[in-house]
């Protein structure tokens, strides 16, 4: 079911509402917020701020349906790939329109990469608590195969956090993290921004400028 009304106003009011439900995180000296780039980074942004975190971003790039891009069948993040089977099987993709749409997101990964960080190398994360963030979870694929590859630098504990996610998404996240916080579950979700009252597109600048801030 979709709302009537927009529960969020933009990323940043939604940052804000989710950083109420994580406040024993604050001031932590072991924990560090990541945003998923390029929408979930402005959430981050906001719950670190209103926590007193350290903030960096993490780059996964969702694999979409052709034609139907905001659906996902699956997601890229440092090596990792993910794929959700059921959207896979239900739309009968061919192996074909997988693997370019999988070549075609990896190039625009190594490019954003590239431009966001330059020089500057991530955040360390072995032995933290890591609160992960995005601005909300569909089929909850991006965020899934952002965990996988988190899980590979050892962090102490994952806590995967959206301001609003399908039900259906739960159970896939939920294996992954080691604690998950979202204070708006709905039965479908067929699209995020019908959530959020201003979804605007995060732009490259953007995603730099936050970056660069948050260094200061």
Not at 190 to 214: C, H, K, M, N, P
């Amino acid at each position: 079911m979709e709302p009537q009304f927009s529960p969020f106003r933009d990323r940043n009011d939604a940052g804000q509402r989710l950083a109420l439900h994580l406040a024993h995180y604050a001031d932590r000296p072991d924990a560090v917020v990541l945003g998923l780039a390029r929408g979930g980074l402005p959430v981050a942004q906001a719950i670190a701020q209103a926590l007193h975190l350290p903030l960096d971003v993490l780059l996964v790039r969702k694999l979409g349906v052709p034609g139907h891009e905001e659906l996902a069948f699956g997601a890229i993040a440092a090596g990792v790939r993910v794929l959700n089977e059921d959207v896979v099987a239900r739309l009968n993709l061919p192996e074909r329109v997988i693997e370019e749409t999988t070549q075609r997101e990896l190039a625009e990964l190594a490019r954003r990469e590239a431009l966001y960080r330059g020089e500057r190398g991530p955040a360390e994360v072995e032995g933290r608590t890591v609160i992960l963030v995005d601005d909300g979870l569909a089929t909850g694929a991006s965020m899934r195969v952002a965990l996988i590859a988190l899980r590979q630098h050892r962090p102490a504990r994952i806590v995967a956090a959206v301001p609003v996610a399908a039900e259906g998404s739960l159970d896939a996240i939920a294996a992954v993290a080691d604690e998950f916080v979202c204070p708006l579950i709905v039965p479908l979700l067929f699209g995020i921004s019908v959530f959020y009252g201003d979804f605007s597109q995060v732009s490259d600048a953007e995603v730099r400028t936050i970056l660069a801030d948050a260094k200061k």
